[in-house]
C-alpha cells in the first residue's frame, strides 16, 4: 500500500488562528480524502480533495473553515481556519487504492487552547 | 440517514481466546464493508474488506463474516494476542459510493 506522510503529527495552537496539514504519499493516486476523528469518536470524512478543481465537501463542512489543496496526484493540505477549541480533533488523510481499500496517515493531533 | 453501528462499545478477552466484534448496518445497498485496527495514537490501519457477494473471508488470524439477511458483520481474531489490543472500526461502502461510514468503534482489551 501507499505511504502516506502528514505533517505535523501534532501541534497545540491558540484560538483564532490557522493551521495547515500536509499529507504527501509516495505514489499517485486519484482519490484522496480529509478526514476528522474527535476525541474519542469515529472517524468523520471532511472532504475528498480532487486535483485541479474545488475539494467537494460533506454536509457541515465549509471551504472557509477547511480550505484544502491539491495541486498534484502525491500532495495535498488542509488549513483549519480561526480554530477554537471545539476544532480540537484529529485530522487525517486518506487515499483509496485499487479494489477501494482505504488507507490512513497517521494522523494530525490539533489541540487548541 | 443510513448508519453503521456496533453492538458493543468494549470488549476484553483473555490472551489466546478467539475476540468477535460486531457491527451492524443498515444500508441495505451496501457492497464493500471494511475492518480498521486503530491503535493509541496511530492512524486507522486496514484489516481485512469483504464484498457483499461473499459472506466470509480470511486473512491471517482474521476472518470477516457477513449476513446481509440481518445486515450483521462481524470480526473475529483467532489467538488473541496483547499486540490486537486497540480500537476496531467497522466501515461500509454503499452501493455506486466511494465514500466510507465509519461505525463508532469498539475497544479490544487483551489481558496478559
Known amino acids: 500500500s501507499a505511504v502516506i506522510s502528514q505533517k505535523p503529527s501534532r501541534d497545540i495552537c491558540q484560538r483564532g488562528t490557522s493551521l495547515t496539514i500536509q499529507c504527501q504519499v509516495d505514489?499517485?493516486?486519484?482519490?484522496m480524502f480529509w478526514y476528522r476523528q474527535q476525541p474519542g469518536q469515529s472517524l468523520t470524512l471532511i472532504a475528498t480533495?480532487?486535483?485541479?478543481?474545488?475539494?467537494?465537501?460533506e454536509s457541515g463542512f465549509v471551504i472557509d473553515k477547511f480550505p484544502i489543496s491539491r495541486p498534484n496526484l502525491t500532495f495535498s493540505t488542509l488549513t483549519v481556519s480561526n480554530m477554537s477549541p471545539e476544532d480540537s480533533s484529529i485530522y487525517l488523510c486518506?487515499?483509496?487504492?485499487?479494489?477501494?481499500?482505504?488507507?490512513f496517515g497517521e494522523g494530525s493531533r490539533l489541540t487548541v487552547l | 440517514g443510513e448508519s453503521v453501528g456496533l453492538h458493543l462499545p468494549t470488549l476484553s478477552v483473555q490472551e489466546g481466546d478467539n475476540s468477535i466484534i460486531n457491527c451492524a448496518y443498515s444500508?441495505?445497498?451496501?457492497?464493500?464493508f471494511i475492518w480498521y485496527k486503530q491503535e493509541s495514537g496511530k492512524g486507522p490501519q486496514f484489516i481485512i474488506d469483504?464484498?457483499?457477494?461473499?459472506d466470509k473471508r480470511q486473512g491471517q488470524r482474521v476472518t470477516v463474516l457477513l449476513n446481509k439477511t440481518v445486515k450483521h458483520l462481524s470480526l473475529q481474531i483467532a489467538a488473541t494476542q496483547p499486540g490486537d489490543s486497540a480500537v476496531y472500526f467497522c466501515?461500509?461502502?454503499?452501493?455506486?459510493?466511494?465514500?466510507?461510514?465509519f461505525g463508532k468503534g469498539t475497544k479490544l482489551s487483551v489481558i496478559p
Open positions: 469483504i464484498r457483499s457477494n461473499m
Open positions: 444500508n441495505s445497498a451496501s457492497d464493500y
Open positions: 486518506s487515499v483509496e487504492e485499487a479494489g477501494g481499500r482505504l488507507f
Open positions: 466501515a461500509e461502502n454503499g452501493a455506486g459510493s466511494y465514500q466510507l461510514t
Open positions: 480533495a480532487n486535483q485541479g478543481s474545488e475539494a467537494t465537501y
Open positions: 505514489s499517485q493516486v486519484t482519490m
